[in-house]
């Protein structure tokens, strides 16, 4: 019972330099989101994936940028990182299935600073 | 405006009740949810309640909903130590696109 799976769970980069982050989920999930926390403030939306070959912008897109490599994966990619980018990322799925609305389930989340 | 609000902190002791506010702003949001998140782990789903109840109860987790003032709360009865966390409000909005509260973190003394 993986659920969703994040990894890496710690990273540190320097300004400039470019990373992805993996996400992948075993629960059949047609959507999948990312999410960046950070301190005193809720989850914001990055991008989101409403099903196999579709991206869609969230509320803080700029500087990201995402791919649906598959319905199980969906990564999520830094190409020039700044310390404003320092954060915890959260990945999530759910089943959007026939437009019911179920809860979206979290993996542990990526702890990415930026010097 | 757009923010969904919750108080930052609750302190309770043992065996108390614990009830955590949440003001949503989007009538139309047809679920509401309550995460749990402990400290470096992920967003646990607790419970969550759709907009044309008034009122779910789950073991310990008591679920309010008051559409009219767009206000929701979560009691936790008998609240114990493992409780300490932070509780997420979250409203969904259109496409299950979910906007969360700034989170209360929930202190349970012994």
């Known amino acids: 019972n993986a659920g969703v799976t994040q990894t890496p769970k710690f990273q540190v980069l320097k300004t400039g330099q470019s990373m992805t982050l993996q996400c992948a989920q075993d629960m059949n999930h047609n959507s999948m989101y990312w999410y960046r926390q950070d301190p005193g403030m809720g989850l914001r939306l990055i991008y989101y994936s409403a099903s196999e070959g579709t991206t869609d912008k969230g509320e803080v897109p700029n500087g990201y940028n995402v791919s649906r490599l598959n319905k199980r994966e969906f990564s999520l990619r830094l190409e020039s990182a700044a310390p404003s980018q320092t954060s915890v990322y959260f990945c999530a799925s759910s089943d959007q299935t026939g437009g019911s609305n179920q809860p979206q389930h979290f993996g542990d989340g990526t702890r990415l600073s930026i010097l | 405006g757009e923010d969904v609000e919750q108080s930052l902190f609750l302190s309770v002791r043992e065996g108390d009740s614990s009830v955590i506010n949440c003001t949503y702003t989007?009538?139309?949001?047809?679920?509401l949810y309550w995460y749990k998140q402990e400290p470096g782990a992920g967003l646990q789903l607790l419970t969550y309640?759709?907009?044309?109840?008034d009122m779910k109860q789950d073991q310990r987790l008591t679920v309010l909903l008051n559409k009219k003032d767009k206000h929701l709360s979560l009691r936790i009865a008998d609240t114990q130590t493992g409780d300490s966390a932070i509780y997420f409000c979250a409203e969904s909005r259109s496409f299950q696109k979910l906007v969360f509260g700034t989170g209360t973190r929930l202190l349970v003394s012994p």
């Open positions: 989007d009538s139309s949001s047809t679920y």
């Open positions: 309640i759709f907009s044309n109840m």
